[in-house]
Nanobody, 121 residues
Framework: QVQVVESGGGLVQAVGSLRLSCVASGSIFSINAMAWYRQAPGKQRDLVADITNSGRTNYADSVKGRFTISRDSAKNTVYLQMNSLKPEDTAVYYC???????????????WGQGTQVTVSS
């Protein structure tokens, strides 16, 4: 089993910045990739960014150039640095861990509880 716990959400004004953290614990040796998803009220949960153990990254078009995903293997932590935030970035952000990665990210079984990000205009 793997547990992931997010932190770092909050309220920020537009064009501001936030950094989210996701700490993984448990059988982390089985994890090959991790990702951030977000879900706004009434909308589906969408992939924001993902990162493999080799450091390969991928971003949704809506966040390219503004968000950066990174990892600190020593701390079993994945970060999401969010800059130039917009009101449309408002959502609950979830961390996900996946055992398998076959060229593109598919959500694994391990989800965090989510952290709320609210961007005011």
């Amino acid at each position: 089993q793997v547990q992931v716990v997010e932190s770092g959400g909050g309220l920020v004004q537009a064009v501001g910045s936030l950094r989210l953290s996701c700490v993984a614990s448990g059988s982390i040796f089985s994890i090959n990739a991790m990702a951030w998803y977000r879900q706004a009220p009434g909308k589906q949960r969408d992939l924001v960014a993902d990162i493999t153990n080799s450091g390969r990254t991928n971003y949704a078009d809506s966040v390219k150039g503004r968000f950066t995903i990174s990892r600190d293997s020593a701390k079993n932590t994945v970060y999401l640095q969010m800059n130039s935030l917009k009101p449309e970035d408002t959502a609950v952000y979830y961390c996900n861990a996946a055992r398998n990665y076959y060229g593109h990210y598919q959500p694994g079984d391990y989800w965090g509880q989510g952290t709320q990000v609210t961007v005011s205009s």
